[in-house]
């Protein structure tokens, strides 16, 4: 017994390292193009990006030269660039209260009773499958000042409306209206999901306290059960609110006035419009990098969170 | 009890109206594009407002749209491209996801941080080296240059490589003990059985590309090779584009097939694009 298990032994492990040896080669030839694609195309595009910043090229020019950090201290002192940073947060300062708010009260609303619930929640989605440089288009007809359907809405009440996407005052808050509009009904979804999860027994606890009225049910069951789903919603609408540029370059092109300049469109015109590939490699860099940091900050939040609970 | 069932039937009443209110304000521009695109001009410019036209131009206006522009090009444009995005990434993302989720070999737990890396990239930040490497290859304002960015996606990794780990062990060792070997386990039973993940990422994928602007703004300049959210700006510039009947109608058709696709499988849709957005 002992003999022909320590004769084994060897043997198994032999034949179990040349499998080994097998899998590691089929291994690796089932990730290559993806290890490949992910070098060419990813990692190393993302690592030229830095290397442009630090240069003064344009796109088509034969040559270029290495200037430092000349591109960083351009942007430090250009007004349109912080103007551009500044409106970005403020868009995502207005689109995120509004989506997440709107989103749960429209969730809630639809899964209070199942009465055409199925036809709420299609309609409230539409928005969200819409392409939106098609809808912007549209959007600009709504809100043009003279035949615009919010003026002309406006108008009934004798409230005389302004030029909504050519004054300084309104065209960030315009297109943040966009935004609500595309992204509610996508909060919406994520918060009926977060409803679903709530256990029954949790009401009839609730019932039994005495709490069976709607805003009781609400205030003591529901949202205190929705805090990690409307954490997730938050930080969604947060990061997609960051990523504005369609309506914006549609509508705006971040005018008047940089009024409604943005970071996306900002990036797209350096280095698209006016060529001026390393300063908008620059800029592609310092965008990068706010991405990046936020996202580990959620990553990290999430993380803890879910520890805890 | 009465004076309980009045309070629940001003309850449903609240509610219906409530959501008709918020309803109104997801389907306005809809209503108001479809509007349009029925009108004449001077009904689109008189102080009235009728939302059904006086006089209907709806024929007129749509087939301004289709002839001014190759309206349906785009579209075509946008399926094709769409597809030709979705199969290549299936083919360099499901192997990959297979390895890295059932197969031991070194170097995997790099590789596997080294995606997550990437999950944290988003995709315009690398918009200037993709312009450069097509231009270098010669691929600008081509179909290539719409699809090869994107055939390489960590999120279809990740989401399958997750979605892999779930099925049992015990269904590949059944299989390669019946001598398939890895890539027949990938294409023949991974495959099947990962439908439901496979759907989640197709939907995520299509809807995102199919809707995407900033991408084909920069690598197309030719109308006839648009994807739709860009042909409905060419079109804006066009000189029938500018007469608001044929751009609404425009609009219209540009929308339509993605409306259509989600309200025909709206299930599929919407559990597709919540549960990507959980990963």
Not at chain 1, 54 to 76: K, P, S, V, Y
Not at chain 1, 171 to 194: D, E, H, N, P, R
Not at chain 1, 245 to 256: A, C, E, I, M, Y
Request: with cysteine; net charge positive; aromatic share 12%.
């Amino acid at each position: 017994m002992s003999l022909t298990a320590s004769i084994q032994t060897p043997i198994r492990s032999v034949v179990r390292r040349r499998h080994r040896t097998e899998e590691a080669a089929i291994g690796w030839l089932a990730v290559s193009p993806a290890l490949i694609l992910l070098i060419c195309l990813l990692f190393g595009p993302a690592a030229a990006v830095i290397l442009f910043s630090f240069t003064d090229w344009q796109l088509g020019a034969a040559t270029f030269r290495f200037i430092g950090t000349e591109n960083f201290a351009a942007l430090w002192a250009d007004p349109p660039f912080w103007k551009a940073l500044i409106n970005t947060c403020l868009y995502v300062a207005i689109v995120v209260p509004g989506t997440v708010g709107l989103g749960l009260a429209t969730a809630l609303l639809i899964e209070a009773s199942p009465a055409l619930r199925g036809f709420y929640r299609a309609v409230h989605f539409l928005p969200v499958m819409s392409t939106m440089s098609a809808m912007a288009v549209v959007w600009g007809t709504m809100l043009h000042p003279s035949i615009g359907l919010v003026n002309r809405a406006l108008a009934a009440f004798g409230v005389t409306g302004v030029n909504w996407l050519r004054d300084e005052h309104t065209a960030l808050l315009a297109l943040a209206l966009i935004g609500i509009w595309q992204g509610f009904g996508f909060a919406m979804v994520l918060f009926v999901s977060g409803l679903k999860a709530v256990p029954q027994q949790l009401y009839d606890a609730a019932a039994v306290d005495g709490a069976d009225g709607v805003l009781d049910r609400l205030r003591i069951v529901t949202l205190p059960m929705l805090g990690p789903v409307t954490m997730f919603v938050i930080i969604l609408s947060a990061s997609r609110a960051f990523e504005v540029f369609d309506s914006v370059r549609v509508l705006t092109q971040g005018g008047p006035n940089y009024a409604s300049e943005v970071l996306l469109n900002r990036l797209y015109s350096e280095s698209f419009d006016y060529l001026r590939t390393g300063y908008g490699a620059a800029l592609t860099v310092v965008y990068l990098a706010i991405v990046v940091a936020l996202t580990l900050a959620q990553a990290r939040f999430i993380e803890r969170r879910v520890h805890y609970s | 009890m009465s004076a309980h069932r009045r309070y629940r039937l001003a309850g449903r009443i609240a509610r219906h109206a409530l959501l008709v209110v918020s309803a109104t304000f997801a389907l306005l521009p809809f209503v108001w594009m479809i509007s349009l695109s029925l009108k004449p001009p001077d009904e689109i410019f008189q102080p009235d407002f009728h939302l059904w036209p006086k006089t209907f131009l709806g024929v007129e206006n749509y087939r301004v749209a289709l002839t001014a522009a190759p309206m349906l090009r785009f579209l075509l444009n946008g399926v094709f491209v769409c597809a030709t995005i979705f199969a290549l990434q299936l083919m360099v993302c499901v192997p990959c996801a297979y390895a890295l989720a059932k197969m031991r070999f070194r170097g995997r737990d790099t590789l596997f941080s080294a995606v997550l890396v990437a999950l944290l990239v988003p995709p315009q930040a690398l918009a200037i080296p993709h312009f450069v490497l097509l231009h270098v290859f010669g691929l600008l304002d081509t179909y290539a240059a719409l699809i090869l960015p994107w055939i390489i996606s960590a999120f279809g990794i990740f989401l399958l490589r997750q979605f892999f780990r779930s099925i049992p062990d015990e269904i590949i060792h059944a299989a390669r003990l019946d001598g398939l070997g890895e890539f027949e386990i990938i294409w023949r039973i991974m495959m099947p059985m990962s439908a439901p993940a496979l759907a989640a990422f197709g939907v995520f994928s299509v809807v995102a590309h199919w809707n995407d602007l900033f991408w084909p703004l920069i690598a197309v300049r030719t109308e006839d090779i648009s994807t739709p959210a860009l042909g409905i700006l060419l079109f804006r510039d066009d000189e029938a584009g500018q007469f608001l009947g044929p751009l609404m109608a425009g609009a219209t058709i540009i929308v339509a097939p993605l409306l259509l696709a989600f309200l025909l499988a709206q299930r599929r849709f919407i559990d597709g694009l919540a549960t990507t957005a959980m990963k």
